[in-house]
């Protein structure tokens, strides 16, 4: 799907819209997956929560199927529409749908072209009506003649350099003959418009059936952009859309308020042979507070199934030197890090070891990202009181950091207040 929202009630009314158009409830996966990967899982997942709270939606939650390999046992979630989200839509649909069209911009369009033959006339006629359909106010000489008997064309000329935002020029090669001759009518209007361009750059927009030739452009106007809708080409007609809608295609970003600092390197010291008592307890490699972010979960009466958390770890080159050589090692109790991931077993704990060879230069922080972990209800009383455990090894020695588990800080989804780790928060397996 391909859809804008204007305001959060226009979205929950395009959803409601769809859960009517369904017999029986709609499994969540099937339902996002409708509405796109863009609006983010969890937050669709949030709001359908939300409206279901409302009464707005009807929601059943069943167990799904046991995963051996993880532990752990998915969970089917089907969202309907309630009899009160009918009502809801019934008294809302109309009410967005006019807020909307009354908050659009009235963008008024002139189309004015050469009569050349019937053919090049329909195409300019179901140009109009393609505009039309896509919310501009276009209008053509024939909309304004069809109810009279006579009409005044160098006033309805005028007028249409006049009154209308945008004045679209259909170029052909019956336009050019008659404008560089400043004959009839096109002539009349290709003069109005050379006297009005320069001041009015953005509001001529000029278009061609035909590619964009010599034969088909005057004079004057050849230093101008010619749009080529010759054919059904959406690059094209975003550009005529970005004209008369007055917005660009390429977003850039804003200048930001400060320059970038250039890292300074120093220049190494000519001797530097040390001696050994310089070095003895310098502390040259410096290990910084592990990062979490919470990824998926799942609850149960508000308390936790299962959560994963992303986590990744700095550490800081201390020494003068830059540091060429080092292994790092990770320590993770082993009932939090799937089967999946190479590495050792020693005790409680899985050894999972990173080679790196990026040079780290003096005072940089370098940043590497942990595996992901999974503390799950049934195994949080064996994990608790253990640690995530980082240690680099490099030819001045070893560096060693402890990250206790029972000092992360998670948000509860429901009550979105964080607090450090403990097994209340989790669903109690022993009732």
């Given at each position: 799907?391909?859809?804008?929202?204007?305001?959060?009630?226009?979205?929950i009314?395009y959803i409601?819209?769809?859960f009517?158009?369904?017999?029986?409830p709609?499994?969540?996966?099937?339902f996002?997956?409708?509405?796109?990967?863009?609006?983010g899982i969890?937050?669709?997942?949030?709001l359908?929560?939300?409206?279901?709270?409302?009464?707005?939606?009807?929601?059943?939650?069943?167990s799904?199927?046991?995963?051996?390999?993880?532990?752990?046992?998915t969970?089917?979630?089907?969202f309907?529409?309630?009899?009160?989200?009918i009502e809801?839509?019934?008294?809302?649909?109309?009410?967005?749908?006019?807020?909307?069209?009354?908050?659009q911009?009235?963008?008024?369009v002139?189309?004015t072209?050469?009569?050349d033959?019937?053919?090049?006339e329909?195409?300019?006629h179901?140009?109009?009506n393609?505009l039309?359909d896509?919310?501009?106010?276009a209008?053509?000489?024939?909309?304004?003649i069809q109810?009279?008997?006579?009409?005044?064309?160098?006033?309805?000329m005028h007028?249409?350099m006049?009154?209308?935002?945008?004045v679209i020029?259909?170029l052909?090669?019956?336009?050019?003959?008659?404008?560089?001759?400043?004959?009839?009518?096109?002539?009349t209007?290709?003069s109005?418009?050379?006297?009005?361009?320069?001041?009015?750059?953005?509001?001529y927009?000029?278009?061609?059936?035909?590619?964009?030739?010599?034969?088909?452009?005057?004079l004057?106007f050849k230093?101008?952009?010619?749009?080529?809708l010759?054919?059904?080409n959406?690059?094209?007609k975003?550009?005529?859309?970005?004209?008369l809608?007055?917005?660009?295609?390429?977003?850039?970003?804003?200048?930001?308020?400060?320059l970038?600092?250039?890292?300074k390197?120093?220049a190494?010291?000519?001797?530097t042979?040390?001696?050994a008592?310089?070095?003895?307890?310098?502390?040259?490699?410096?290990?910084?507070?592990?990062?979490?972010?919470?990824?998926?979960a799942?609850?149960f009466?508000?308390?936790?199934k299962?959560?994963?958390?992303?986590?990744?770890?700095?550490?800081?080159?201390?020494?003068?030197?830059?540091?060429?050589?080092?292994?790092?090692?990770v320590?993770?109790?082993?009932?939090?890090?799937?089967?999946?991931?190479d590495g050792?077993?020693?005790?409680?704990?899985k050894?999972?070891?990173?080679e790196?060879?990026n040079?780290?230069?003096?005072?940089?922080?370098k940043?590497?990202?942990?595996?992901?972990?999974?503390?799950?209800d049934?195994?949080?009383?064996?994990?608790?009181?253990?640690?995530?455990?980082?240690?680099?090894?490099?030819?001045?020695?070893?560096?060693?950091?402890e990250?206790?588990?029972?000092?992360f800080?998670i948000?509860?989804?429901?009550?979105?207040?964080?607090?450090?780790?403990?097994k209340?928060l989790?669903v109690?397996r022993?009732?």
């Amino acid at each position: 799907m391909n859809k804008e929202f204007n305001s959060k009630e226009e979205f929950i009314i395009y959803i409601l819209e769809e859960f009517n158009k369904k017999p029986a409830p709609i499994a969540f996966g099937d339902f996002f997956l409708e509405i796109g990967p863009s609006f983010g899982i969890d937050s669709f997942r949030d709001l359908l929560e939300e409206l279901y709270q409302q009464n707005l939606l009807t929601k059943l939650e069943n167990s799904g199927k046991y995963i051996p390999e993880l532990g752990i046992r998915t969970v089917d979630l089907r969202f309907g529409i309630s009899v009160k989200g009918i009502e809801y839509l019934k008294q809302n649909k109309s009410t967005v749908i006019m807020s909307k069209q009354e908050n659009q911009e009235k963008i008024t369009v002139f189309v004015t072209y050469s009569w050349d033959n019937e053919e090049h006339e329909e195409k300019v006629h179901a140009f109009t009506n393609m505009l039309r359909d896509n919310g501009f106010h276009a209008e053509v000489d024939k909309m304004l003649i069809q109810g009279e008997s006579a009409k005044d064309f160098k006033i309805m000329m005028h007028k249409g350099m006049t009154n209308y935002r945008k004045v679209i020029v259909v170029l052909s090669k019956g336009y050019k003959e008659k404008a560089e001759a400043f004959r009839g009518g096109v002539g009349t209007e290709y003069s109005l418009i050379l006297k009005d361009i320069e001041d009015n750059p953005n509001k001529y927009i000029l278009v061609s059936f035909s590619g964009r030739d010599n034969s088909i452009t005057p004079l004057f106007f050849k230093s101008r952009e010619i749009l080529d809708l010759k054919t059904d080409n959406d690059v094209e007609k975003q550009k005529l859309f970005s004209k008369l809608l007055d917005q660009n295609i390429y977003e850039f970003n804003d200048v930001a308020s400060t320059l970038p600092q250039v890292k300074k390197i120093k220049a190494p010291a000519f001797f530097t042979e040390k001696k050994a008592e310089e070095t003895t307890n310098l502390q040259l490699i410096e290990i910084q507070d592990l990062n979490i972010t919470q990824d998926n979960a799942s609850y149960f009466a508000q308390k936790i199934k299962y959560i994963e958390l992303n986590l990744s770890v700095g550490f800081k080159n201390l020494h003068s030197l830059p540091l060429n050589d080092y292994n790092i090692e990770v320590y993770y109790p082993k009932q939090t890090i799937s089967y999946e991931v190479d590495g050792r077993i020693e005790g409680n704990y899985k050894v999972v070891t990173t080679e790196n060879n990026n040079r780290v230069f003096s005072q940089q922080l370098k940043v590497i990202n942990l595996e992901k972990i999974i503390l799950r209800d049934f195994t949080i009383n064996e994990v608790i009181d253990k640690s995530i455990i980082v240690k680099i090894y490099c030819e001045n020695g070893t560096y060693e950091r402890e990250f206790p588990l029972r000092e992360f800080v998670i948000k509860n989804h429901f009550s979105q207040m964080s607090q450090k780790l403990n097994k209340d928060l989790f669903v109690d397996r022993d009732f």
